[in-house]
Structures are given as C-alpha cells and as structure tokens.
Nanobody
Framework: QVQLEESGGGLVQPGGSLTLSCAGP????????MGWFRQPPGKEREFVAG????????DYLNSVKGRFTISRDNNKNTMFLQMNSLKPEDTAVYYC????????????????WGQGTQVTVSS
C-alpha cells in the first residue's frame, strides 16, 4: 500500500490561514476520489472534505463549509486544503487518503494514510 504524505501544518492564531498539501504516487487522475480527514486529540478521525478526480464535485464537513477549500492538481499528483478563518476547534492532526469505494465520510473506506500534519489554532 502506497502512502501519501501530508504537509503544511503549523501553529496559527484564530482567524488565520494555512494550506495543507497531500502528495504521493497515487494522487493523480487515476484516483477517482480523494479526501481530507482530521483527528482532534482524544477523538476519532472525521471527514473534512473530499473531491472527485476531475474536480467537478467536492463535499465538506458542515462546520468547515465556506472556510475550507479542497482542490487537486493531477499533473503534480497533489491535493490541497486551503483553510481560512481557522478556529481553535480546527486543531487536529490532518490526514489525506484515497477512496477505495463506498461512503466518502467513512475513514475505513480510504487507503494511503500518511503520518499526518499537525494543525494547532491558538492565541
């Protein structure tokens, strides 16, 4: 199983922005759906956003709609998550994965998890 690599996390003040990247050999046009998940401390991994291969459709966790934007560049085998207006409750380790099939929101339906990238929103 080929792992993806997440990057771009860091410490940011409330209201700030970060852009996460997800790269790997299986992150281009041959992967129909890719997704971002996050795992806050002591909680389960939750779906944040997903996107189709041709970028014509994306879905988001309700609490991030209007603040986060998912995108992908198949030519560079890279997916992104632009995060604006960050809140303390966005603090988590963020992961990306490739969907094998089934519900977009179920982490067990994804492969390729990397080590994740830590996002901390705090003043």
């Amino acid at each position: 199983q080929v792992q993806l690599e997440e990057s771009g996390g860091g410490l940011v003040q409330p209201g700030g922005s970060l852009t996460l990247s997800c790269a790997g050999p299986r992150s281009g046009a041959d992967v129909p759906v890719m997704g971002w998940f996050r795992q806050p401390p002591g909680k389960e991994r939750e779906f944040v956003a997903g996107i189709t291969a041709d970028s014509t459709y994306a879905d988001y966790l309700n609490s991030v709609k209007g603040r986060f934007t998912i995108s992908r560049d198949n030519n560079k085998n890279t997916m992104f998550l632009q995060m604006n207006s960050l809140k303390p409750e966005d603090t988590a380790v963020y992961y990306c994965g490739t969907l094998r099939g089934g519900s977009w929101e179920a982490p067990n339906n994804y492969d390729g998890w990397g080590q994740g990238t830590q996002v901390t929103v705090s003043s």
